[in-house]
DNA sequence: AAAAAATTCTAACTAGTGTTAGGTTTTGCC
DNA sequence: GGCAAAACCTAACACTAGTTAGAATTTTTT
């Protein structure tokens, strides 16, 4: 319990966190300092002594909503063995997704909502993260297609921007109290490698001739 | 050319439509009604005569923005031969989707951007015609599933809302000029029924036994 | 073309905005 | 306990917001 850090860390948490609730509920410009003021147990002016401007706070939370999905799937990755596959990988990174959206869901939301109406500099700095966050989608993804997991017809990018799309409206209809996120990460990566078409079994589609024998429990979510 | 609308109906057109793009690119706390008449080429002070308040104004455009997308699968949908496959099914919905939120661009985007912040009222009226559109989705994906054409281990819940988030962030990436909507409708389609995984060929994988000879022009596209 | 109706504009009001300067209180440290 | 720094508060300023009433203009009808 080493409570070392000085008193004004606890309020700037609080700050922040009263931020990207407001921020999440009434968007940029629907904001006011003296809301999150109140949302902070705080008067408006005082606000200015731990951020310089209401851009400096709505900057924060941004890079908070991105960074947390960044590092909490670079983590996920990396401690996966290296001899992994591409669908483990993708579970894993759906998982991770999901979880952290969940997890800073105030930020996460707040990041999805008000990233088209924050001033153009703002926004171009955070692009840089975003753009970072994508490309690391895309190695997963390219990684799988080398290994011979993946289809070679299709485009790694649209998929891309499928998977993440989708991902990210999860934090617009996830309420805790239902599915488990681990339920939803192993439904969404099903979705992802295999999508919905029921698979031909190959046993009964190759050759006609063997009656179906249904094979002990052997369901489709034998990997893991 | 008939031309007999009153003269107003082309203004109160150019207002709405003005919103949509302020709405959009400024959330709703964000735009002002003087922003918008700047865009409609007239003064505040008259929009009034259109709209009884800026309240109103974005209920307009948040209707317009699920209407035109509903009415776009719908209308899909019914021209469609009754005996059509769960398959064609989803990529002609998902190609109508992504038809109707480029072709409304500045509607659908203000919608997804403003949504979250907009007033109670407002919101819980919209919410009605979003419930009915993922309705109509949810009984596409439905009966395709009752036709045995979709994998019955999946939860269709799940995966209406995997597919809806995707194809509605699409409209925040899509740039004409670069890939045509049909191609990416058809990419997705791909996406949403058979998945990333490269298909094991039936007489490659059941005996591993004849030597693997490449078969011609018979890559995954066949079907359509 | 004159009268009526439909639109638009002008100018203003009230309320609330981000931000700041300077004073007040609280905190950490000797 | 006393003191300096940190943290917070108060009160205000300049500005902009949605909205409105009534005048001015344009369009339509007679």
Redesign the pocket.
């Known amino acids: 319990m080493a409570k070392k850090l000085?008193?004004?860390?606890h309020?700037q948490q609080r700050v922040l966190d009263a931020a990207a609730k407001i921020f999440r509920d009434y968007g940029y410009a629907g904001?006011?300092?003296?809301?999150i003021?109140e949302e902070a147990d705080?008067?408006?002016?005082?606000i200015?002594?731990?951020y310089?401007?209401?851009?400096d706070l709505i900057g924060a939370v941004l890079d908070i909503g991105i960074t947390a999905v960044t590092d909490s799937v670079r983590q996920a990755m990396a401690s996966l063995p290296d001899d992994a596959d591409g669908f483990t990988r993708i579970e894993t990174a759906v998982r991770a997704h999901l979880t952290a959206i969940i997890e800073f869901g105030d930020y996460t939301l707040a990041t999805r909502r008000v990233f088209g109406q924050v001033p153009e500099a703002i926004r171009a700095k955070n692009l840089k993260l975003r753009d970072s966050y994508a490309a690391m989608w895309q190695q997963i993804l390219e990684g799988a297609q080398r290994n011979g997991e993946l289809r070679n017809d299709a485009s790694l990018t649209l998929a891309r921007l499928f998977i993440l799309g989708a991902l990210n409206w999860t934090v617009e209809w996830y309420k805790p109290g239902g599915r488990s996120i681990d339920q939803v990460a192993h439904e969404f990566a099903g979705l992802i490698t295999s999508g919905l078409r029921k698979q031909t079994v190959p046993t009964l589609a190759v050759e006609a001739a063997a009656p179906v024998r249904p094979r002990a429990a052997r369901s489709a979510r034998g990997s893991r």
């Open positions: 000085p008193k004004s860390a309020s904001t006011t300092m003296r809301a003021a705080l008067q408006a002016g005082s200015y002594y731990h310089k401007s209401k851009d």
